[in-house]
């Protein structure tokens, strides 16, 4: 399973870390994905991580941003900079051992984290 944790209220312009720990899982099998869901919108693909040769890649309104990094061998981060209200979302790891593009439409049978609210507001 996933776990997503760090979420939180944060000012604009603050930084979150998200944190997607596994467990009875190997990672390394997998290719890692954050998604977020705003209020009244769809899950949007936001990063992605592929351990064979640890490329990433982000999304439009994401890039320059946030980071996605490997930190234990369970756990993968999100870093968050220069937050904005229009990243307020509830934010999802999913694993995917096939991976994927990064369109939700191809990862509804992945592994699916629990999410975590991250709310920016002033």
């Known amino acids: 399973q996933l776990v997503e944790s760090g979420g939180g209220l944060v000012r604009p312009g603050g930084s979150l870390r998200l944190s997607c720990t596994a467990s009875?899982?190997?990672?390394?099998?997998?290719?890692v994905a954050w998604f977020r869901q705003a209020p009244g919108k769809g899950r949007e693909g936001v990063s992605t991580?592929?351990?064979?040769?640890?490329?990433t890649l982000y999304s439009d309104s994401v890039k320059g941003r946030f980071t996605i990094s490997r930190g234990t061998k369970d756990t993968v981060y999100l870093q968050m900079n220069n937050l904005t209200p229009e990243d307020t979302a509830v934010y999802y790891c999913?694993?995917?051992?096939?991976?994927?593009?990064?369109?939700?439409?191809?990862?509804?049978?992945?592994?699916w984290g629990q999410g975590t609210q991250v709310t920016v507001s002033a």
């Open positions: 009875g899982l190997i990672l390394d099998r997998y290719q």
């Open positions: 991580i592929r351990f064979s040769d640890m490329s």
């Open positions: 999913a694993a995917d051992p096939r991976g994927p593009p990064l369109q939700y439409r191809l990862w509804t049978s992945a592994i």
